[in-house]
């Protein structure tokens, strides 16, 4: 309990209460409404000091500490926030692991606060005690265990500070008795900043010189990354300026109107067939805001221009033409002022004419009804009752391939997803978190039956409070993006065979709401429930268990149609396997000589 008041008129007075609550404090100043995690007896203090701030702060007690340290990662990637999670000493701190290596891998603020044996028996093998520093080093930047009461709201401020420096985890590791006594607190005075106040300044003549590389290229692109987040406008304006297709990283998808018709998707095995083939045949990359892992196995025939605000990620992928050292925003925004505008290319029709092929193929395969439910046809029913605000969480497998080549991100839509560190069952926690941090929004997770098993009991957390996410299974009984990998391999279809359940009913088991679905048909009167219970204000999350045909998506990370390049017999067995007749989908090539 505070014996006296904290602030009067702008001053920061001492208050006495226990170091638990303090941290609470601590993390209420640094805009943190809700953390995640489970409690135990080595963090029950720090649970207790949450409780006193209870009016501020919201506990959200998941079933596996793994959830909460995913969701966390989540919240930080759809708020900017950083996101918070605890577990206790042992087994469920080293739970966390998996969700906090996600958010190393993405460069993600967040925050863990671990548990540990009470001091006056560390060091003599109690239950559950660890040395748990060593755990955490590879993970985390920071890494601290406290030693004394008086450290903790000090410690927990100088680890937010450093998450959001280094964009990683800052693990603080608490001795509960150290969370359960009194100590003398004031909020520290040094203000809460947790966004880069600073950007990169971007030269003028670096802008004239990309200008001019541009101007004199015949078949340039560009590229976009996250770091080019925020600058969607510009991004519209440079590209319409200089004539020039889009590409995105997958992480990224949303910085371009994914219904601009120079938008070609991203390029990779989550791309899409213009994608490939439009940066394939250019000639020019302007690379913003993004240090495309890929790259390196891009044809060397082509002048690369990479934009980033991070020294150390120019030239670290390609050997780059021409670098710029500044903000993606910035830069976009004093590119988008040059006193230019190109003439519509064949190059640029040519790839807007290969963009709409390929949606009208997707959608060609979305309302193919002869063989059972195809998993294009679910996507296209999200894209089409999803809002112009929604947000997805999107779970690990095929399923991201079929979300991001279909998913709309034209408007105010918001997604997370692990990329980078690429660990299944990221989908159901990432809705979690998104519904938490935005109550108004209508949010929806998507997950492979293989990726939902694995976090599905948390289904009783978004019941336990309230949140009416839209859980989308594509179930295929098959770890489908291995089962390529094998295909690939040629290698046997072992190991990837899964047994189904009826998701639908399980989730009503469990006090959700359940559709299972098997056709068309069946997936739109769903829809059209689901659309109702939300007009009714439904606070219930739903579970809609599409049951799909196992079918492998097209493999766009490498696409050999091209006449010019790959020979008769290899064009045929591509086009053979994945159905892709050529009077629907002809090589840019073809496409180009065309206009």
């Given amino acids: 309990m505070i014996k006296n008041c904290l602030k009067r008129k702008g001053v920061f007075e001492m208050a006495t209460m226990m170091a638990g609550q303090a941290l609470a404090k601590v993390l209420e100043k640094w805009d943190v409404?809700?953390?995640?995690g489970i409690t135990a007896d080595s963090i029950n203090n720090t649970v207790d000091g949450l409780y006193q701030e209870r009016d501020q702060i919201k506990y959200i007690q998941v079933r596996h500490e793994e959830i909460g340290a995913l969701a966390a990662a989540a919240d930080a990637k759809l708020t900017g926030t950083i996101g918070v999670a605890f577990g206790s000493a042992g087994p469920g701190s080293v739970h966390m692991l998996n969700g906090l290596y996600e958010a190393k891998m993405d460069h993600t603020p967040v925050l863990a606060l671990v548990g540990q044996s009470a001091t006056g028996v560390m060091n003599t093998n109690f239950f559950q005690e660890m040395n748990q520093d060593p755990i955490f080093a590879d993970v985390a930047e920071f890494h601290k265990q406290v030693v004394n009461a008086d450290q903790i709201p000090k410690v927990v401020d100088e680890a937010i500070r450093s998450a959001y420096a280094t964009k990683s985890v800052s693990v603080v590791i608490l001795p509960d008795d150290l969370s359960g006594q009194?100590?003398?607190?004031?909020?520290?005075?040094?203000?809460?900043?947790?966004k880069q106040t600073t950007k990169l300044p971007v030269d003028a003549a670096d802008v004239k010189q990309v200008a001019a590389a541009i101007k004199q290229a015949k078949r340039p692109i560009?590229?976009?990354?996250q770091g080019a987040y925020g600058a969607k406008k510009a991004a519209v304006a440079v590209s319409e300026k200089f004539g020039l297709p889009v590409l995105t990283t997958a992480p990224a998808a949303n910085v371009f109107p994914s219904d601009?018709?120079?938008?070609?998707?991203?390029?990779?095995?989550?791309g899409t067939k213009p994608a490939f083939e439009v940066s394939q045949a250019s000639d020019l990359i302007l690379f913003v805001g993004t240090n495309y892992p890929f790259a390196r196995f891009m044809p060397a025939d082509k002048t690369i221009i990479q934009v980033?605000?991070?020294l150390a990620d120019l030239g670290k992928q390609y050997d780059a033409d021409i670098t710029v050292l500044g903000d993606a925003a910035q830069f976009l925004a004093g590119l988008a002022q040059t006193d230019y505008q190109a003439q519509p290319t064949a190059f640029l029709k040519a790839a807007q004419k290969d963009r709409t092929l390929w949606m009208q193929w997707l959608e060609k395969l979305a309302a193919d009804a002869q063989n059972g439910l195809r998993a294009e046809g679910v996507i296209q029913a999200i894209k089409e009752n999803a809002t112009d605000n929604a947000i997805f969480g999107l779970d690990v497998g095929n399923n991201t391939e079929w979300s991001l080549r279909q998913l709309p991100f034209n408007k105010e839509q918001k997604y997370a997803m692990s990329p980078w560190y690429?660990?299944?069952g990221f989908g159901l926690p990432a809705g979690l978190a998104g519904k938490l941090s935005f109550p108004d929004r209508q949010v929806w997770s998507i997950s492979g039956d293989g990726g939902y098993a694995m976090v599905m009991p948390d289904l009783l957390t978004e019941v336990k409070y309230n949140l009416p996410v839209i859980n989308v299974v594509l179930e295929n009984k098959s770890f489908g993006y291995i089962g390529h990998e094998k295909i690939q391999a040629n290698q046997a279809p072992y190991g990837i065979d899964l047994v189904g359940a009826d998701w639908g009913k399980v989730a009503q088991d469990m006090g959700a709401i359940g559709f299972t679905v098997t056709n068309l048909a069946e997936l739109k009167d769903a829809m059209n429930q689901i659309n109702d219970l939300q007009k009714k204000g439904n606070q219930l999350p739903i579970v809609?268990?599409?049951?799909?045909?196992?079918?492998?998506?097209?493999?766009?990370?490498?696409?050999?149609v091209d006449p010019e390049t790959f020979d008769a017999d290899t064009i045929a067995n591509y086009r053979k396997t994945y159905d892709l007749p050529a009077e629907e989908q002809p090589a840019f090539s073809d496409i180009l000589k065309n206009i």
Wanted: glycine fraction near 8%; charge should be negative.
């Fill in 33 to 36: 409404d809700h953390v995640y």
């Fill in 182 to 194: 009194e100590i003398d607190y004031r909020e520290l005075k040094t203000a809460a900043l947790n």
């Fill in 222 to 225: 560009m590229w976009l990354g």
């Fill in 260 to 270: 601009h018709a120079n938008y070609m998707g991203a390029r990779g095995r989550l």
């Fill in 308 to 310: 980033n605000n991070n």
């Fill in 422 to 424: 690429g660990t299944m």
């Fill in 544 to 560: 809609l268990d599409a049951k799909i045909q196992n079918i492998d998506p097209l493999d766009t990370s490498f696409i050999p």
